[in-house]
């Protein structure tokens, strides 16, 4: 995700649609009176979708905006370098647009059939209450390190555990910003979990 990189007419936002319609089929918000724009209060955006991948790219008010969700369990991971190139393509559209920064979230669903959570996630994590009150279930977090914000967010789904990673936000190039983001979040995601989750989730193979 690159931070304040905003559209200022109705033509960058449809000359955005109309670089990536072709892999992103799909409009998935901002309707109005062009196909997947939205005008109102100032505000320019339009989102894409392709839901076979599960790859979405957004050109927000404020941002520009990539993910990935693993939709079904045959589709193919969608590895980092995509969405690296895919939020450099979209910038390039902009070419006159400073950057604040970058950012970037993990979003990891934990399975309840994984193990207890206290086994895949290191117990520091969840800090002991006073008077012997337990452990809480859902812990967020945000602390800043270096002039740059990072979160960790835990909490209950009805599948299981979210387990939410955050970097905000590395400054610079566009990619040397996005790489800085990934080596960060993969440090933090690396940090939390244990050495059962990596068994369990096949890590320690790689």
């Not at 969700?69 to 980092?80: A, G, I, L, T």
């Not at 452990?135 to 835990?154: C, I, M, Q």
Request: without cysteine; hydrophobic residues 40%.
């Amino acid at each position: 995700m690159f931070e304040e990189v905003r559209p200022s007419s109705i033509d960058e936002v449809i000359r955005f649609h109309h670089e990536f319609r072709d892999r992103f089929p799909r409009v998935s918000d901002f309707a109005g009176p062009s196909v997947g724009v939205r005008i109102g209060t100032g505000e320019l955006g339009v989102g894409l979708d392709n839901l076979e991948r599960g790859v979405g790219l957004a050109l927000r008010p404020d941002r520009i905006f990539a993910a990935w969700q693993k939709m079904r369990p045959d589709v193919e991971y969608v590895r980092f370098a995509e969405i690296q190139s895919l939020l450099i393509e979209a910038q390039s559209l902009f070419p006159d647009r400073k950057i604040s920064g970058a950012a970037g979230v993990y979003a990891n669903l934990i399975p309840d059939d994984h193990g207890e959570i206290l086994g895949l996630l290191h117990e520091s994590i969840f800090p002991s209450l006073p008077n012997g009150l337990g452990r809480p279930k859902d812990v967020r977090l945000s602390w800043e390190l270096d002039g740059a914000e990072f979160r960790l967010n835990v909490y209950r789904v009805d599948q299981g555990n979210m387990l939410e990673t955050a970097f905000l936000s590395a400054k610079g190039p566009a990619d040397e910003a996005l790489e800085f983001t990934h080596e960060q979040l993969m440090q933090l995601f690396s940090s939390v979990i244990t050495e059962k989750a990596k068994d369990v989730w096949k890590l320690n193979s790689h």
